[in-house]
């Protein structure tokens, strides 16, 4: 999984020098969060919400045990998210699994797919609106349907951002 991220994270940093040719749809968040929502009490369903309090805690606790450049530029990265969602299913009923996927893909029909990629046999869909100076990237939703996990990033991230927290991540 974490080599996916790191696949998924690297390809983000190419959106940057990405033309933009017509406006696509973002992620809907609120048919998003409606869909989170009916099946967070659903068995087998491990739902992680953090708002703009649990953020701003996240954020301040985070400064407080950043003490390298690494740290600091990941920061940078998690300043301009107001809302984080998390979405483990793994354990649930494999027709509860099927049926959440289904309702996802409808909900994410139309929206502008940012990347998909395969690693070890596991497919990872990226969606998110690249906004119009090439460089920032709205409400980015991950999907892994072979890891049953959906992760949501509600904000604007620069690229340029991302790109350098992976690059002194690398080092």
Known sequence: ?????ILILTTLIAFEAAPVNAPARGVNKTKLSALVRQYRSCDGFDVVSLGSLGMGLLRLAAKS???SAEDRQ????????NRVVIVSYEDADPELKNKFNKSLDKVLA???TLMEAKSDGETVRVFGQLADDGDTLTDVVLHVPGSD???CLFGRMSSSQIGDAIA???R
Request: cysteine-free; charged content about 30%; hydrophobic content about 50%.
């Open 149 to 151: 996990a959906l992760i």
């Open 1 to 5: 999984m974490k080599k996916i991220l």
């Open 110 to 112: 139309g929206q502008e």
């Open 65 to 67: 045990s950043a003490d």
């Open 168 to 170: 002194l991540n690398r």
């Open 74 to 81: 990941a920061l940078k990265v998690l300043d301009h998210l």
